[in-house]
């Protein structure tokens, strides 16, 4: 089985502009969460959803959207970027039943922002 | 909010040598769970604990959650070049609370 898919692999973008993160995640899986990875650290959560509903949010401003649309795919958006928004931006998925208790996430490849 | 701290942040061994990275967090969790990143990759899901005092082993890694469900440790015994990467913990404090909290993380590099 394919893994969790993500696009674009790299993105250049300047300061004040718009981006839009793509992801896909294991057939079957239909939650998926968001994570930010700057150099050096680790993931820092963003949105996690669960059959097309927002399920968690992290301490990241209103620039920040994501939604997850009927087959469980999702998209990432980020308004007015900003220079610190450079960063490695993860999606995972798990095969969680909807239930609080947590599952392993299998993570994508991850895209590559940089803004200049 | 929920924090999560890895000590070392760096380790650095000879090849045979056991390596161990201790993860803290500043409230009670849920479950706690432990990912490997190689250089250039993405996170890989190691294990996950749940019970207070659990310990579970993979071949020559050992994982263990605390008493208290606030801390927990990874120690691979006789590392080989294999091992190398950025091992995280990452927690979760249960009920309603979806958010996975991940350390900073400890990288590891194996001399040969």
């Known amino acids: 089985d394919a893994g969790v898919t993500q696009s674009p692999t790299h993105l250049i973008k300047t300061r004040g502009q718009h981006v839009t993160l793509r992801c896909s995640p294991i057939s079957g899986h239909k939650s998926v969460s968001w994570y930010q990875q700057v150099l050096g650290q680790g993931p820092q959560f963003i949105f996690q959803?669960?059959?097309?509903?927002?399920?968690g949010r992290g301490n990241f401003p209103d620039r920040f959207s994501a939604r997850q649309f009927p087959n469980y795919s999702s998209e990432l958006n980020v308004n007015a970027l900003l220079l610190g928004d450079s960063a490695l931006y993860l999606c995972?998925?798990?095969?969680?039943?909807?239930?609080?208790?947590?599952?392993?996430?299998?993570f994508g490849p991850g895209t590559r922002l940089t803004v200049t | 909010g929920q924090q999560v701290m890895q000590i070392p942040q760096y380790q650095h061994v000879q090849e045979g040598e056991d390596f161990t990275t201790y993860c803290n967090s500043s409230t009670t969790l849920s479950n706690i769970q432990w990912y490997k990143q190689r250089p250039g990759g993405h996170p890989v899901f190691l294990i996950q604990l749940v019970k207070s005092g659990e310990v579970k082993k993979q071949k020559r890694l050992t994982f263990q959650f605390g008493e208290a469900k606030k801390n927990s440790s990874l120690h691979i015994t006789a590392t080989q070049t294999t091992d190398v990467g950025t091992y995280f913990c990452a927690g979760n404090s249960g009920g309603s609370n979806y958010k996975l909290t991940f350390g900073k993380g400890t990288l590891l590099t194996v001399n040969p």
């Open positions: 995972a998925s798990s095969r969680d039943t909807g239930r609080p208790d947590f599952y392993e996430q299998y």
């Open positions: 959803y669960y059959e097309k509903e927002e399920r």
